[in-house]
Nanobody, 118 residues
Framework: QVELVESGGGSVQAGGSLTLSCTAS?????MAWFRQVPGRGREGVAY??????DYAESVKGRFTVSRDDVRGTMTLQMNNLKPEDTAKYYC????????????????WGQGTQVTVVS
């Protein structure tokens, strides 16, 4: 059974930093981070596949995604956090569409809450 487990969420003041981790029960060639606020769809935040990374425009220059394939983890370093970054963050694997930003993935974690207070 495939399992993705996120950790590292919490509450932080605007301008602060948080590091999220996703631990996978098996290797995936590509993985992504999404976030969701109540009443809205999931938004693609960052992608890491092979040597490639990509980001949503709203987080470029502030967030960094990395992977440790030996340990089976994907990390999202979030700096200069803003109140609009408040959301539940999910990791995902095995995209079923051609656009990593589309929330069409076969596997999802349970999510971790990030709250940024001003």
């Amino acid at each position: 059974q495939v399992e993705l487990v996120e950790s590292g969420g919490g509450s932080v003041q605007a301008g602060g930093s948080l590091t999220l981790s996703c631990t996978a029960s098996r290797y995936f060639a590509a993985m992504a981070w999404f976030r969701q606020v109540p009443g809205r769809g999931r938004e693609g935040v960052a992608y890491a596949g092979g040597r490639s990374t990509d980001y949503a425009e709203s987080v470029k220059g502030r967030f960094t995604v990395s992977r440790d394939d030996v340990r089976g983890t994907m990390t999202l370093q979030m700096n200069n956090l803003k109140p609009e970054d408040t959301a539940k963050y999910y990791c995902a694997a095995v995209a079923t569409s051609n656009d990593w930003r589309s929330p069409e993935y076969r596997y999802w974690g349970q999510g971790t809450q990030v709250t940024v207070v001003s």
